[in-house]
């Protein structure tokens, strides 16, 4: 009796996912815990201000819905005119303080994320020219850089906001302030980028697969964004994680300053200002859980930065 052989069964090719989560990346992603903690706590924040419409009790920014009998309620402790309890607290017009911490929050991220993603896209832009073109172009650019690092980058920040709202007609500086604030800090934030990118160009630009790219016919506006670009990301990405914590941090201060957000849109850095106010009369928790709230976001971000640029460094492993 002859053994009839048996069909090879056909193997699947793992995923993309599978392939991911195999990767040395997520192994040394796995083994550290604060990358881990930081990760989560970086997430949950995130998702926090994402969805504060649906998480908040109350929407803080709606006259409607305040009620100043309410005003300076302590935390868990129902007020002594309307019996109403409040899990944070409330300040002096009757807003949760929970509520503003969420939808603060919001400003906060939302103005750090795109200053450091204008930052980026300015400084990418302005390295790769510096370090593929050279000549003139490379000196200007390298020198307003480096007259730029002479100067503390709020200050800079600051400068740029007080001329933007100066030239912004009156009628409108409320509703540009978000914006002319990202501008402001962008502004102040993009030497770092452009100073990582043109090095990294100078190094690129020699290698083998540009001369062949020249060869072909390549333009250089196609070499620097085709072939160059993927090459230098690694930098700039561990770079903008460390940039966001930094902007937030930013924002913060402008606002404290009182040169930031507007109090139509108080980010943590108002709330942070409105409950300094009220710290010495006893309202402690007006200022304490947003200067908390804003405490573990900056330093996730930044011990998640931290982690990534040791992860991503050749040297390291």
Partial sequence: MVDTPLPDTPVKDPSRLSLAMQSDFMYQFKRS?????????????????????????????????????????????????????????????????????????????????????????????????????????????????????????????????????????????????????IVAIGLSDWVQFARVVRGATLVEKNKEYVAAAKLIGRTGPAIMVRHILPNVLSPVLVIATISLALAIIAEATLSFLGVGAPPTQPSLGTLIRIGQGFLFSGEWWILLFPAVTLLVLALSVNLLGDWLRDALNPRLR
């Fill in 33 to 181: 815990p604060v990358a881990v903690v930081s990760f989560a706590l970086v997430l949950l924040l995130v998702l926090s201000a994402l969805f504060a419409p649906l998480i908040a009790p109350y929407n803080p920014f709606d006259p409607a819905s305040l009620n100043l009998m309410n005003g300076f309620s302590a935390p868990m402790t129902p007020n002594a005119f309307t019996g109403d309890t409040f899990w944070l607290g409330t300040d002096d017009q009757g807003r949760d303080v929970f509520s503003t911490i969420l939808y603060g929050m919001r400003i906060s991220l939302f103005v750090g994320a795109a200053a450091v993603a204008f930052a980026m896209v300015l400084g990418i832009t302005l390295g790769l020219l510096a370090g593929y073109v050279g000549g003139w172009t490379e000196t200007i650019i390298m020198r307003v850089a480096d007259v730029q690092l002479t100067f503390p980058a709020i200050l800079v920040a600051m400068l740029i906001f007080g001329i933007a709202k100066g030239v912004t007609p009156v009628e409108y500086r409320d509703q540009m302030a978000i914006w002319v604030l």
